[in-house]
Structure formats: structure tokens, C-alpha cells
């Protein structure tokens, strides 16, 4: 039988709320989420790991976690880009969420131009859902992926975090690299 995966689970106070941070025995980030969305994010960990697939404890995430986050939050935006993650999830939702953290800070680009990035322009739908699978919001920023009409379109964490993030990141104006 294979090996419980063993996660921690820290909070972190935000301007927009509390942060869930869940990282692994090496530090990694596998999930990042709202309080306000825990059960959607223990859906989330059950559906990559399986229901018995791993355990979830509280404990304090890594310093260097914490830092870049708090960092990202007072301003320094860059802080979170090389937070290491690992994930589960097929290997077309790990392209999309590869291809997520490539789209700079403070711009936005639609799920067309995302599918099209990864080379399967016609996977909108197929892009749309693995950004909505992504279990490391914020740090895999799908939040900077709008619609095609450059409106605010769903976003895990609720329509009012996404827009506040996208101001944060833009000096409270939001670019749309499609423009």
C-alpha cells in the first residue's frame, strides 16, 4: 500500500484574508488557499492525493513560505516567484499551471491566449477547467486570467480577492496584455 503523503497546514492574515498554506515535509507548496474556501481546498487535496492519500496536519509552514508571502502583501511582488511547488494533477493541468506562472505580474492575459501558449488553441474550455482546478492560488497566479472581453471571470478565491490582487499587482491599475 503506497505511503500516506504527509501535509501541513499553516494561516497566514492577509489584507484580503486568511491565507491557508499547505506545504510538505520538503517545504513545497501544494495547496494555497482562503479560509473562507477550505472545504473547496480539502475537495481539491482529496481529488490529487485520493481520499486517503494524505494527511493533513497543522504545523508552521516554512519561514521562507511565510516571508515571501508577507512580502508579496506589503509590496514586493516578486517575492512568491520562486516558491517551490509540487502538485498532482494530469500532465495538461500541470502545462497550464506551468504556463500560469509565466504570465508577468501585473498584467492579464484571457484563456484563449493561454490555450494558445501551450500550443492547443482550441482547449479553451480544457484551460479554463485546469485553472480552476489549480490548488496553489496566488503562487500559480491564475487570478491574472481574465475573459476574452477583458471582464473579471471567476476566480476560486471569490471576484473581490481577483480584483484586489490585480490592482495590487498593477499599482492599482490593471493591464491587459491583449490591448
Not at 504527509?6 to 495547496?31: H, K, Q, S
Not at 494530469?90 to 492579464?108: N, S
Request: aromatic share 6%.
Amino acid at each position: 500500500m503506497p505511503e500516506t503523503l504527509r501535509l501541513f497546514l499553516d494561516r497566514l492574515d492577509t489584507p484580503i484574508g486568511t491565507m491557508l498554506i499547505v506545504t510538505d515535509g520538503e517545504g513545497n507548496l501544494r495547496a494555497l488557499d482562503w479560509s473562507d474556501y477550505e472545504t473547496r481546498m480539502r475537495a481539491l487535496l482529496r481529488r490529487h492525493y485520493g481520499e486517503h492519500g494524505f494527511s493533513l496536519e497543522a504545523a508552521t509552514a516554512p519561514p521562507r513560505v511565510t516571508r515571501a508571502l508577507q512580502q508579496y502583501f506589503a509590496g514586493k511582488l516578486t517575492a512568491i516567484d520562486a516558491l517551490p511547488v509540487k502538485t498532482a494533477g494530469t500532465p495538461f493541468q500541470r502545462e497550464v499551471w506551468d504556463a500560469l506562472r509565466k504570465i508577468p505580474c501585473g498584467t492579464t492575459t484571457s484563456y484563449a491566449e493561454l490555450a494558445a501558449q501551450i500550443g492547443r488553441p482550441a482547449a479553451v474550455r480544457a484551460v479554463g477547467s485546469a485553472n480552476g482546478s489549480n490548488p496553489i492560488g496566488l503562487v500559480v497566479p491564475c487570478h491574472r486570467v481574465i475573459g476574452s472581453n477583458g471582464a473579471l471571470t471567476g476566480y476560486g478565491g471569490g471576484i473581490h480577492r481577483k480584483s484586489w490582487l490585480l490592482r495590487h499587482e498593477s499599482g492599482a491599475r490593471v493591464t491587459n496584455r491583449l490591448r
